[in-house]
């Protein structure tokens, strides 16, 4: 497979996660039975505890069981169990700033990561509210990739940012669980 091949599939990997993105069936097929042909199964939902409130971000979410939910100021942090997906929600600005928060956020991670590389969203929606955005591929200061997915959404009064980390090792199910999670995800503000 040639490298722009592989980008291109790890960028398609990270879209599937992104809750700007409509839902994507999670059927596959399998052989091997006693029948001639292929059984599909459906995969399960993944399991996600009751939906959260948070009154400070204006917030609602249902988090995937396992994850861990960590609250600072005006940002919550949502990782799953085995570190390779963080989600991170804030609301750094008043509402209608959205191009300048997007711009701010795009250069910071531009500084804090090596070979970035940001692939513009298409306009799509995070929270249920309209979002701007952009996919980052780029190699933490250790080398390590790391893609992160940017989306940038005005509520009534606060701009907000959604950015979804994913490392390379991320497994299947956990990419299920974020993609739960963003589904459900309501911003109010």
Same mark, same amino acid.
């Given at each position: 497979?040639?490298?722009?091949?592989?980008?291109?599939?790890?960028?398609?990997?990270?879209?599937?996660?992104?809750?700007?993105?409509?839902?994507?069936?999670?059927?596959?097929?399998?052989?091997?039975?006693?029948?001639?042909?292929?059984?599909?199964?459906?995969?399960?939902?993944?399991?996600?505890? %009751? &939906?959260?409130?948070? $009154?400070?971000?204006?917030? /609602?979410?249902? =988090?995937?069981?396992?994850? +861990?939910?960590?609250?600072? #100021?005006?940002?919550?942090?949502?990782?799953?169990?085995?570190?390779?997906?963080?989600?991170?929600?804030?609301? %750094? &600005?008043?509402?209608? $700033?959205?191009?300048?928060? /997007?711009?701010? =956020?795009?250069?910071?991670? +531009?500084?804090?990561?090596? #070979?970035?590389?940001?692939?513009?969203?298409?306009?799509?929606?995070?929270?249920?509210?309209?979002?701007?955005?952009?996919?980052?591929?780029? $190699?933490?200061?250790?080398?390590?990739?790391?893609?992160?997915?940017?989306?940038?959404?005005?509520?009534?009064?606060?701009?907000?940012?959604?950015?979804?980390?994913?490392?390379?090792?991320?497994?299947?199910?956990?990419?299920?669980?974020?993609?739960?999670?963003?589904?459900?995800?309501?911003?109010?503000?």
């Amino acid at each position: 497979m040639t490298s722009g091949t592989t980008i291109w599939l790890r960028r398609a990997a990270l879209m599937a996660i992104v809750g700007v993105v409509i839902g994507i069936p999670v059927t596959l097929l399998l052989g091997g039975s006693d029948e001639s042909e292929p059984e599909a199964i459906t995969r399960a939902e993944p399991e996600l505890d %009751p &939906a959260v409130r948070d $009154r400070g971000l204006r917030a /609602r979410y249902e =988090l995937p069981k396992g994850w +861990r939910r960590e609250r600072s #100021d005006r940002t919550l942090r949502l990782q799953a169990r085995d570190g390779s997906i963080l989600v991170a929600v804030a609301a %750094p &600005a008043p509402a209608g $700033r959205a191009t300048e928060v /997007r711009d701010d =956020l795009l250069a910071s991670i +531009r500084s804090t990561y090596e #070979d970035v590389d940001v692939n513009r969203g298409r306009g799509r929606q995070v929270g249920g509210l309209d979002a701007k955005g952009a996919v980052v591929s780029a $190699r933490q200061p250790d080398g390590d990739p790391i893609r992160i997915l940017v989306a940038v959404a005005t509520g009534d009064e606060r701009t907000y940012v959604v950015e979804v980390f994913t490392a390379p090792s991320a497994k299947p199910n956990r990419l299920r669980q974020a993609q739960a999670l963003l589904n459900s995800l309501r911003l109010r503000g």
